[in-house]
């Protein structure tokens, strides 16, 4: 098992520019999130996707857009992007087990968009 | 979703125990505890979670306090791999969200 994978792993662009961050997961899992890490900071959800054909809003989702392409992966989409973008971005996965929400994150993607 | 509190960093010797501290004073009851670490340059990874009794995994043990206002972290010999920073997460169970709310966490570091 692969787990969760990103690509790519580096980024850079400029502003105004357009990418879109891919996520693929393997392990058969229903839910599906973004977040992006700022230096010295906690990770902050975008979106989330509880299950296949659904996306909601987490805390920052401003400037962002997904799309849940199937049950296996989870792309975020910058449209125009800003320096404020500039961050590291994770992908997760999980399922509801034995009390757990236990997710599984992806090695990131380190966006700079001067 | 319910507040927790750690220590900004703390430091621990190579192969001594390691007690990381959270304090979760509005804890409802039924909101899972769970903790994550970031090793550096990695995505979190998980670490344990409970409710209300104290356990135990291959990385890790969790003891909670009786009245589940705190609860402890405990790595029976840190290694120098364990360098990492900590998180303590409460979930509230069910429902169609499983998003973690992550505060700062504490910045283990391990000396050899």
């Known amino acids: 098992n692969a787990g969760v994978t990103q690509t790519p792993k580096f980024q850079v662009l400029k502003t105004g520019q357009s990418m879109t961050l891919q996520c693929a997961q393997d392990?058969?899992?229903?839910?599906m999130y973004w977040y992006r890490q700022d230096p010295g900071m906690g990770l902050r959800l975008i979106y989330y996707?509880?299950?296949?054909?659904?996306?909601d809003k987490g805390e920052v989702p401003n400037g962002y857009n997904v799309s849940r392409l199937n049950k296996r992966e989870f792309s975020l989409r910058l449209e125009s992007a800003a320096p404020s973008q500039t961050s590291v971005y994770f992908c997760?996965?999980?399922?509801?087990?034995?009390?757990?929400?236990?997710?599984?994150f992806g090695p990131g993607t380190r966006l700079t968009v001067t | 979703d319910a507040k927790t509190t750690q220590p900004n960093s703390m430091e621990s010797n190579e192969e001594e125990p390691v007690h990381l501290p959270c304090n979760h004073s509005?804890?409802?009851?039924?909101?899972?505890i769970h903790w994550y670490r970031q090793l550096p340059s990695q995505g979190p990874e998980y670490v344990i979670h409970?409710?209300?009794s104290n356990v135990n995994n291959r990385m890790a043990s969790l003891a909670i306090a009786e009245d589940r206002k705190s609860s402890t972290l405990i790595l029976h010999r840190a290694t120098l791999r364990d360098a990492a920073v900590y998180y303590c997460?409460?979930?509230?169970?069910?429902?169609?969200?499983?998003?973690?709310?992550f505060g700062k966490g504490t910045k283990l570091s391990v000396k050899p």
């Open positions: 997760a996965s999980s399922e509801w087990t034995s009390g757990s929400y236990e997710q599984y």
């Open positions: 392990m058969n899992h229903n839910s």
């Open positions: 996707s509880a299950s296949e054909g659904t996306t």
């Open positions: 509005t804890i409802s009851g039924t909101d899972y």
């Open positions: 409970g409710l209300t």
């Open positions: 997460i409460l979930r509230a169970p069910g429902g169609s969200q499983g998003n973690l709310i």
